[in-house]
């Protein structure tokens, strides 16, 4: 008889720390971090194919996302799609590319400046075109713009669609550190 309520005592003990983590881990999953794997050469040499991410999902509903920044979004043509790129221009601000030239007007810089972040190869998404973004849209290039869809192709991302950036590469080990893809602000 003590084998059997042993028995009985493990399995409980068992359901009760799987509950436990359930009630831990699903929170967590879904409104603070998640892992992301990139997938794709548009953000080399920051990020590469197979790089493990876990993403920060807090820091946006508190702040909002910097010129410089690495964003993770959801694709506005397929939102179960998620991407990563770096935010070029913010909310209000005109950009206008010519080529490998990037251009970003503001109040503060009405003449406008030169953003210089990423590589500047020239490919087939390189055509000249001059976008005002409203005030929830933001302008994301891939670092590795010869190889990456952007904001260059299908337009302005819509604030909302942005989940947060990365807060840690795990792997590989060898590259993993904290708020990876980190870089100082153009202006």
Known sequence: ?????????????????????????????????????????????????GHYLIIDEVSYRFEEPKRGEVVVF??????????IKRVAALPGETIAIEGTRIVIKNREHPD????????????????????????????????NRGESADSRLWGPLKRELIVGRPLARLFPLAEAELFPGKKKDTE
């Open 1 to 49: 008889m003590t084998g059997e309520r042993e028995e009985k005592e493990s399995v409980w003990d068992f359901v009760k720390f799987a509950l436990l983590a359930v009630v831990i881990v699903v929170p967590i999953r879904l409104y603070i971090a998640q892992p992301f794997i990139v997938s794709g050469a548009s953000m080399v040499p920051t990020f590469e194919s």
């Open 74 to 83: 959801r694709f506005p043509a397929e939102p179960r799609t998620f991407l």
């Open 112 to 143: 406008g400046f030169v953003y210089e972040q990423g590589a500047t190869e020239t490919s087939a998404r390189s055509a000249s075109l001059n976008i005002e973004l409203g005030e929830d849209e933001y302008f994301v290039l891939g670092d």
